[in-house]
Structures are given as C-alpha cells and as structure tokens.
C-alpha cells in the first residue's frame, strides 16, 4: 500500500538553531511532494513542492526541502529557526496514477523554543 | 489571493441530526475537496469534485454525501450525525493541473453530542 510517513510526532528545537522535520514515502514511479503547515486555529498553508529539477527546492518562510530518490524522503529544513515557525507541519504526496488525491502523512508537531 | 471559505468555525450536532458544512472559493478552481483531520491521523479524504454536479469518493466516504450545484461551491452532508463524525472537517479548491497547490479554508470543528 502507498503511504507517507512523518516518523516524529514532535520536534523540538531552540531558536535560531537549525531545523528539520522528516518525511519518507512509499510510492511507486516518480511522485510529487508537497509540504503544508498549519497554524494554531488556522487552515493548511501551502509551503513548497517538488515536481521535477533540483531536488533541492525553496519556499515559503524560508523554508527548503531535498527530494532524495534513493531514500525516498523530502525532508523540511531551514537553517534558523524561528518562534513563529511553530505549528503543525505534513507533508504530501501524489502518486503517479492518482489524478488529484494526496496521500498525507500524519504530521508533525514543531515546537521551537525562545 | 485565493480565498476559501466555510459556513461555520464551530458547529455543536445531536446524534441522528443531518448536518451541512458549506464551502466557497472565490477563483474558479474546478477541483475542490473534503477532508477530515484528526490529530495522529493526518488528513483523510472524504469526497472530491472536479466539476459541477461530479464528484468521486474518497478514502472515508461513509456516512456523508456531497452536493456541487455551483462551481464555486461545495458542500458536505451528514445525513444522520454521530459521534464518531466529531472531527475537523477542512475543504480545499485547486486549480487545473495535479501539481498545482492546494488552498484550505480555516476548518469546521463539529462536536457531535
């Protein structure tokens, strides 16, 4: 079966040090990747994609993400984290064969701490 | 900016009550979406349209239906609530092509007493 798994529950992480939220997937042929985020009481906010290229792609807060075939994970980074970074983070996949439908991984809680 | 809106923040059911969340984007999207959310489980895909009066099942289709009268407008029925419906429903619009982003409204919290 296809999936997306996001293997931490929680990162914590102390502000202005680097960070990163991991995401790996199990789907066939060439998919594309998706990160959101999620602000307390807010909705899902399109973060970054990868669709084909560099497999490093950037996007928005200064947020970036490395596709990475062989692993099959795209995983989320930025360099300094921030207190207004934290929220609730997922990433999301389209599979080859699908037409619009993501598979989504059951997020990740980032907490960074002043 | 896109903009995707939903009827209720917060709605409080009965059991066996029907229930309606509405949804609105205001860009022409063709494809819009369902979803419910809860915590450790992600998001889960109830219904999709991707025209008016189309619509496909999703992963958890049980329980709900869907109607899309209008392009711009998208709406989920509970026809007989319970309380294991209590959940954050989101909706979503996307333009066009697959790889294109996906834009949330802000969610309905039903509790379902």
């Known amino acids: 079966a296809q999936s997306v798994a996001q293997p931490e529950d929680q990162v914590n992480v102390a502000e202005g040090n680097p960070l990163t939220v991991k995401c790996t997937y199990s789907v066939s042929g060439n998919p594309y990747l998706f990160w959101y985020v999620q602000y307390p009481n807010r909705g899902l906010q399109f973060l970054l994609k990868?669709?084909?290229?560099d497999n490093l792609v950037k996007g928005s807060y200064g947020f970036e993400a490395e596709f990475n075939k062989s692993q099959t994970s795209f995983h989320l980074k930025k360099p300094s984290a921030l207190v207004s970074d934290s929220a609730l983070y997922f990433c999301?996949?389209?599979?080859?064969?699908?037409?619009?439908?993501?598979?989504w991984g059951a997020g990740t809680k980032l907490i960074i701490k002043p | 900016d896109v903009k995707v809106t939903q009827s209720s923040r917060y709605l409080v059911k009965r059991t066996g009550e029907k229930v309606f969340l509405e949804c609105v984007q205001d860009?022409?999207?063709?494809?819009m979406f369902w979803y419910r959310q809860d915590p450790g489980l992600g998001l889960r895909l109830i219904y999709f349209s991707y025209d008016v009066k189309m619509k496909e099942k999703g992963d958890i289709p049980e329980g709900y239906s869907v109607s899309r009268e209008k392009k711009e407008r998208f709406s989920l029925i509970l026809e007989s609530a319970s309380t294991n419906q209590t959940s954050m429903y989101l909706c979503?619009?996307?333009?066009?092509?697959?790889?294109?982003?996906?834009?949330f409204g802000p969610g309905t919290r039903l509790t379902v007493l």
């Open positions: 990868y669709i084909t290229g």
């Open positions: 999301a996949v389209r599979p080859p064969d699908s037409n619009y439908q993501l598979i």
């Open positions: 979503a619009s996307v333009r066009g092509r697959s790889y294109n982003e996906q834009f």
């Open positions: 860009m022409d999207h063709e494809n």
